[in-house]
């Protein structure tokens, strides 16, 4: 009898043993799931760099107004009154930027001419 268990513990030790490497959630699956965080670590890095510059950026405009005025003259072409806008034939910018500007420009020359006379 005392045979007959040593067998058994072994054949319950060589399923345990099976299950840890090679089973479901075993050592295989581990490494491979250990190579798909590593990929994904490196795929994040330039998103994290991203995410800290946009964080840097947000920061930027609610505390500056520097930075409100940077965007709004790249992002939407915008001219203060007390500037001049010219237009660089073959140049190019946005179609919608051109009349924004031009816009502004004649706006702001109306103006000034009124407030002249």
Request: aromatic share 6%; no cysteine; hydrophobic share 45%.
């Amino acid at each position: 009898m005392h045979k007959w268990l040593v067998v058994a513990l072994l054949a319950v030790l060589g399923l345990l043993q099976y299950q840890l490497w090679l089973g479901n959630g075993g050592w295989q699956d581990l490494q491979l799931v250990e190579e798909r965080v590593a990929v994904q670590e490196a795929a994040n890095v330039p998103l994290r760099d991203r995410n800290a510059r946009l964080a840097a950026e947000v920061t930027d405009l609610k505390t500056g107004l520097d930075a409100i005025e940077e965007r709004a003259r790249s992002d939407m072409g915008m001219v203060r009154s007390d500037e001049q806008f010219f237009w660089v034939p073959g140049v190019a910018i946005e179609t919608e930027l051109i009349g924004l500007n031009a816009g502004l420009v004649v706006q702001s020359g109306r103006t000034n001419e009124r407030a002249e006379q």
